[in-house]
């Protein structure tokens, strides 16, 4: 403006100098208004992208420049990258919290308020049989088609949770899902899973076990106090006298097994599981395997019995020698409860391809079939009930036996038919066995043959 108004003077022109002067004012705002304009477009550009930018995003943006245009700039700068780092970091807290969401061994479902799907795990996607993607902005109501669960959510009331069927429930496997609604925010609601079929199983053990135990033990109760009382009121002959004192003896030998087997079980489900440190010869095992069963055949009358006891290569078992001499000794004597007078038990050990070992007890019982197979190691569980109160059972052995094999690692397979006997046989990992170069032998009892019909 200066230089247009000398100009003019110059040319001792005022109206040429006013020309000047207003020209160069014209360029100013025109320039101005340029760099106003490239502000502005600047400026657009920041508020449409600028808080997803980082800052070397920021920093490729190429900004207008300027005398006054510069303290802008850079103000605004600092503002966005302050905005920008602070988006970022609640993004990834929210990143974190949905992350441990996720891992969460529980189901969360997020509800907007019209009940429709949100945001949900994977945990809760395989309880309800959701897809994370496919059913986001879906109706729960539409997705879980139980009756229970419609009335609860209608209701209204979330105080307690409800109980449903999961979407891989079947007859043979059940499964039962806790599902609960939490309001939260503005008319919003978590809705949680949880699988409570070990739980409710559990609980129906429970019940059962503690029925079972009160069955058992009232029963010889029950015949101890109504022979005491025939005891005490009557006067009875010196024979009668001794009958009874045998039948209570008798009750009372079966209350102290089975009071016996449940401390077993207990000290079982509570100690630590056997280590390798203890090693013992498996053919010490099968000895008493013989001893047992002639004793208890003898016992109960059946004399005849054919046993034949069969070591198929010398090894060392390694774990608990009291464990598993009971979980043996436990099958076998149940093959000489079931088998009749004359029956035949063979009982062998051998070893396994695979460096494991296999202790078997065939016998050539009536068999049991096949519907009560994966059954029979549950406790009290019996074929026969009367059949087995006869034989002195008291229902846990077989339980027995399944807790000290868990314990060592080992397995056991069941095989039956009908007329034609059971096996029972006992896998050992390769872990638990330790073969001996020694000539495969085989044991019979001290008194008998190898097959003895004593």
């Known amino acids: 403006m200066i230089a247009g108004g000398l100009l003019g003077a110059g040319a001792a022109a005022w109206p040429g100098a006013l020309v000047g002067v207003f020209s160069a004012a014209l360029a100013v705002g025109l320039h101005d208004a340029w760099r106003r304009r490239r502000l502005l477009a600047w400026l657009r550009q920041l508020q449409i992208g600028g808080p997803k930018f980082s800052d070397a995003d920021l920093s490729a943006i190429q900004p207008p420049q300027g005398s006054w245009v510069d303290e802008v700039v850079d ?22 919290m949905l992350a441990a969401i996720q891992a969460s061994p529980n189901g969360v479902v997020l509800l907007d308020p019209e009940g429709r799907i949100e945001w949900c795990n994977q945990t809760a996607a395989q309880h309800l049989g959701l897809d994370v993607t496919r059913d986001l902005r879906q109706y729960v109501a539409n997705l879980i088609r139980d009756s ?9 009331d979330f105080n307690a949770d409800v ?5 891989a429930s079947t007859p043979s496997r059940p499964v039962r899902l806790s599902l609960q609604l939490h309001p939260y925010g503005q008319g919003r609601r978590l809705l949680l899973s949880r699988d409570v079929t070990l739980i409710e199983q559990a609980e129906a053990m429970r019940r059962d076990f503690v029925a079972n135990v009160s069955h058992e033990m009232r029963t010889p109760l029950t015949v101890l106090a109504g022979f005491v009382e025939t005891l005490q009121t009557l006067d009875l002959p010196p024979q009668e006298v ?36 203890e090693s013992f010869p498996v053919q010490a095992l099968m000895t008493q395997c013989e001893l047992d069963a002639s004793a208890l055949s003898s016992q109960m009358g059946r004399a005849q019995h054919r046993f034949e ?19 043996f000794s436990n099958l076998v004597s149940n093959a000489v409860r079931y088998t009749p007078a004359a029956g035949q038990i063979q009982v062998t050990w051998r070893l396994l391809p695979d460096g494991g070992g296999e202790f078997a007890v065939q016998d050539s019982g009536p068999g049991i079939a096949a519907e009560h197979l994966p059954r029979l190691t549950e406790r009290f569980y019996r074929v026969d009930r009367s059949r087995s109160r006869d034989s002195g059972g008291t229902g846990l052995g077989l339980a027995i036996v399944k807790h000290v094999l868990q314990r060592h ?46």
């Open 148 to 156: 229970a669960f419609g009335a609860y959510a209608a209701a209204g």
């Open 163 to 167: 109980l449903v069927a999961g979407r």
């Open 409 to 454: 690692g080992a397995s056991l397979k069941i095989d039956s038919v009908i007329g034609q006997g059971s096996r029972f046989a006992v896998v050992l990992p390769a872990a638990r066995v330790r073969p001996l170069n020694v000539l495969p032998v085989s044991s019979q009892p001290a008194e008998a043959p190898a097959m003895m019909t004593s």
């Open 75 to 96: 103000r605004t700068l600092r503002l966005v990258k302050a905005q920008s780092r602070a988006r970022q970091e609640s993004q990834q807290r929210l990143q974190d």
């Open 309 to 327: 006891f069969d070591l198929q290569g010398a090894a060392d078992l390694i774990g608990v020698a009291s464990e598993l001499q009971s979980a």
């Open 242 to 277: 001794r009958r009874y004192l045998d039948l209570m003896a008798t009750q009372s030998q079966r209350m102290q097994a089975l009071v016996s087997d449940l401390l077993t079980l207990s000290r079982l489900e509570g100690s630590p599981l056997p280590g390798l440190s």
